[in-house]
């Protein structure tokens, strides 16, 4: 099931911002890293790895139909920020600018029928809304643990898990 150019195009316009997901992570890991927040920077060690298997994935399906893939160039990326709730500003600011772009995608493979990329996307569509609600969880609780303290310890308690598969 050939692409046409323009789904083509789109898709390996992904494949370069899963990449750059996760470089604008690794600029979010060294923020913590620097911070000595090991908890946070491990989180995103974690999603740094993800986003990489998601670039792959990408990559993956279009050799699978055919296609030809293109590495697009990255944006520099930052390492300061004002916080955390920064951090996780920009974080959750970005997944949302991801699923836009996979929903984009999803829309052309629709409109040109191709049955096998709308299966694929529709998976990312299902992990676009995880990852969205778990940083929206996360982005909440740093909010919430600048005033309130078992927010902290909550906020503390998720990213653990992190730390220990690090």
Excluded: W
């Excluded at 911070?35 to 999603?47: G, I, V």
């Excluded at 399906?61 to 590495?71: L, P, R, S, T």
């Excluded at 906020?155 to 690090?166: D, G, R, S, T």
């Amino acid at each position: 099931m050939k692409l046409s150019e323009r789904l083509e195009k789109e898709l390996n316009r992904q494949v370069t911002m899963e990449l750059g997901a996760a470089y604008i992570y690794k600029g979010m890991e060294q923020y913590f890293r620097e911070e000595n927040m090991t908890k946070y920077a491990a989180f995103f060690t974690d999603h740094i790895e993800e986003e990489i298997e998601h670039a792959e994935d990408f990559r993956d399906f279009i050799e699978d139909v055919g296609g030809h893939v293109e590495y697009g160039a990255l944006d520099e990326v930052s390492t300061e920020f004002k916080s955390p709730r920064d951090v996780f500003e920009k974080a959750m600011e970005h997944e949302k600018k991801v699923s836009a772009s996979i929903k984009g995608i999803l829309e052309i493979a629709i409109e040109e029928n191709h049955y096998a990329a709308e299966n694929f996307l529709r998976t990312y569509i299902d992990e676009q809304v995880e990852e969205e609600d778990l940083f929206g969880t996360l982005l909440d609780l740093v909010i919430k643990s600048e005033e309130d303290i078992f927010a902290t310890f909550e906020l503390n308690k998720m990213l653990a898990k992190y730390e220990e598969e690090a």
